[in-house]
């Protein structure tokens, strides 16, 4: 759970559909159109860059000015990480585009995942997964499994997960050893693999007995297999579920479970409306349920969360517009000392 970066914030740009022509542009933070609507699709920007697609259905990308920067020429391609982005051309095979454009990689591949640490996951015609570098070089074989909701894990912290032949999951380092044996098998009724990536020092595992635990990087269960759902550890703590807590409980690394009658709720409504903005600890990119949230943590007097729910009514982002709503908020925040408060009531009311 990755805290909202306020400062990369201020500068996004936000993608959005006319109503009239079904078209996508993007609007910066007060809600000015700064890219016309032009588009067929249009997504979030990552690294500089954004995927949209033309009206003939080819997807390119285009910098923070609206230029067109890699000519929509691709039959999809995804998002940037590490200055790679993964393209599929017209005989759906996989390659990378460095942001340029320039096919950096290949499209030789049968599927693939983003670069993470420097690797990226890549499947061979065999439909075997390994990993290449941003030469494109091999640099651990093809051999790993495809699983039953993901292929292998992206990197995290120097592991990844893979699955062998008999369907057991464990985790490889970036020489492609094996240094956490593969045990964890797949649960015929669960449609979920068994395994998350490593945060913090901590990967979510789930047991036999259908709840997810908790090991180090030595394999070792730290947290006993009691949890309904895991989520992923940022600063100390991961949003989990539990018989008891079905929401709102997050859990520390010696297995504290903190309920959201704790102090605390604020702070966890705020993080939960982050996860829905950012997409992030598995949850899917949705503006309304951030500015649920938001504005939940808000009612309870939290200062960074009534700035977002007041820049999100100024802006019109998962909510009504509603200037007035959104200054209301933001002069909340801005009361308690929130300097970027202060900022964006000083930057509306100059206009």
């Not at 993608?15 to 979030?44: H, M, N, Q």
């Not at 032949?165 to 970036?174: H, L, M, T």
């Not at 006993?224 to 520390?252: C, H, Q, W």
């Not at 943590?297 to 200062?303: D, H, N, P, R």
Request: glycine residues 10%.
């Amino acid at each position: 759970m990755m805290v909202l970066p306020m400062v990369a914030w201020a500068q996004e740009l936000i993608p959005f559909e006319d109503s009239t022509s079904e078209l996508y542009g993007y609007k910066d933070k007060t809600g000015k159109v700064v890219i016309p609507c032009k588009w067929y699709y249009a997504r979030a920007f990552y690294d500089g860059r954004a995927v949209v697609v033309n009206n003939n259905r080819q997807w390119g990308y285009i910098d923070e000015t609206g230029k067109e920067v890699v000519l929509c020429q691709w039959k999809r391609g995804d998002n940037f990480s590490e200055g790679m982005a993964l393209v599929i051309n017209k005989d759906m095979h996989i390659g990378f585009i460095d942001k340029t454009g320039r096919l950096v990689i290949p499209c030789k591949w049968q599927s693939g995942m983003e670069f993470s640490e420097g690797l990226a996951a890549v499947q061979d015609a065999n439909g075997k997964w390994g990993y290449i570098d941003k030469t494109g070089k091999v640099v651990i074989p093809c051999q790993w499994k495809y699983g039953i909701s993901t292929p292998v894990s992206v990197f995290s912290e120097g592991l990844a997960a893979v699955q062998d032949a008999n369907g057991k999951w464990g985790y490889i380092d970036k020489t492609g050893k094996l240094v956490i044996p593969c045990q964890w098998g797949v649960i015929p009724f669960l449609e979920a693999d068994p395994v998350e990536p490593f945060s913090e020092g901590l990967a979510a595992v789930r047991g036999d007995n259908a709840k997810w635990g908790y090991i180090d990087k030595t394999g070792k269960l730290v947290i006993p297999y009691m949890l309904l759902s895991p989520g992923f550890f940022k600063n100390g703590r991961a949003r989990v579920s539990t018989d008891e807590f079905k929401s709102g409980i997050t859990i520390d690394k010696a297995g504290k479970i903190y309920a959201s009658d704790s102090p605390t709720a604020d702070y966890e409504q705020y993080m939960l409306g982050n996860e829905y903005y950012l997409g992030e600890n598995g949850r899917t990119k949705d503006y309304v349920e951030a500015a649920k949230w938001f504005k939940k943590s808000a009612e309870q007097g939290y200062a960074k969360a009534q700035y977002c729910i007041g820049y999100f009514y100024s802006a019109g982002v998962g909510v009504q517009k509603d200037k007035e709503e959104g200054m209301n908020w933001l002069q909340k925040s801005a009361d308690q000392g929130y300097a970027p408060a202060k900022e964006m009531l000083e930057m509306l009311t100059k206009k």
